[in-house]
């Protein structure tokens, strides 16, 4: 396969360890890019739902392709969101090619350009943690719900349906929340002077201009790897919003591209993420 250059690939909110993380498209995505640059915008590994009972092939596979690709001259920063919050702790820590930071300011071709997960904003984040997680909770119930229904739906012939998408895009509250998430990211963006601003935390991948009476700034989300599949793709002075589709095949990776990188097995990543909890 060839891979498609890039100076930079962001993606958010993967969710490696729920039954709704496309861990096989995330992979097939990485296998066919190479960027100078990677950012992972948060909630990359679910640390909310975090089970060594659960923990797929694929989703290590993940990893496993986010190293090799650092291995290969790949910088890697990984801002941390709600889900993986307990990594906060750890910030600044570099090893190698790989940064982890709560937020990032890098200069494209002149312009500045600020990433962050986003959750800042969220108010269940700062008044009720509890009932957000009861909200991750009934999410990844609920994207298990969708994917038996979607499954019934495609042997009878019939199209995929989204019930989340449908109760964000019905529920005036929801709608509410997602408008003024854009809004505060964006006005504070144009008042410090951020060309773009990059958000994830919110599953609305967007790109688009945004203007007040201070000024004007580029808003971009990079969706997510649940429903969505998208990524923000940045190169020759442009932004694009990939969307994943099985271009690739269902096939497996071939044997030539075998991930050769070690890595902790998972009852020690599991002990180790248990114990940065405490």
């Not at 909770?137 to 739906?153: K, R």
Request: hydrophobic content about 40%.
């Amino acid at each position: 396969m060839n891979k498609r250059n890039l100076k930079l690939s962001v993606l958010s909110d993967l969710h490696l360890g729920t039954y709704g993380c496309n861990a096989k498209a995330i992979n097939k995505y990485l296998k066919s890019i190479n960027p100078e640059i990677l950012i992972l915008n948060g909630d990359v590994i679910d640390i909310w739902q975090f089970s060594k009972r659960y923990w797929p092939d694929s989703h290590m596979k993940v990893v496993q392709r986010i190293f090799k690709m650092m291995s290969t001259g790949t910088k890697v920063y990984y801002l941390t969101g709600n889900h993986d919050e307990m990594l906060r702790k750890f910030t600044d820590f570099r090893i190698g090619r790989l940064e982890l930071l709560d937020k990032l300011v890098l200069d494209l071709d002149g312009k500045k350009a600020w990433f962050f997960h986003g959750d800042v904003f969220d108010v269940s984040m700062k008044h009720s943690k509890w009932l957000a997680k009861l909200g991750a909770v009934g999410y990844d119930t609920l994207i298990i719900l969708n994917s038996i229904v979607n499954w019934a739906s495609q042997k009878m012939g019939r199209g995929k349906v989204s019930f989340s998408k449908r109760i964000k895009n019905s529920v005036k509250q929801a709608i509410k929340f997602i408008d003024d998430f854009e809004e505060t990211a964006t006005t504070i963006a144009i008042e410090n002077g951020f060309d773009y601003v990059v958000c994830g935390h919110i599953h609305q991948p967007a790109i688009r201009k945004v203007n007040n009476d201070k000024g004007s700034t580029i808003y971009l989300n990079s969706g997510d790897w649940i429903e969505n599949l998208t990524a923000l793709e940045y190169h020759e002075k442009k932004w694009s919003l990939y969307h994943f589709k099985e271009e690739f095949g269902d096939t497996e990776l071939h044997e030539e591209d075998e991930l050769n990188v070690e890595l902790p097995n998972m009852e020690s990543l599991y002990k180790n993420i248990v114990e940065a909890s405490f």
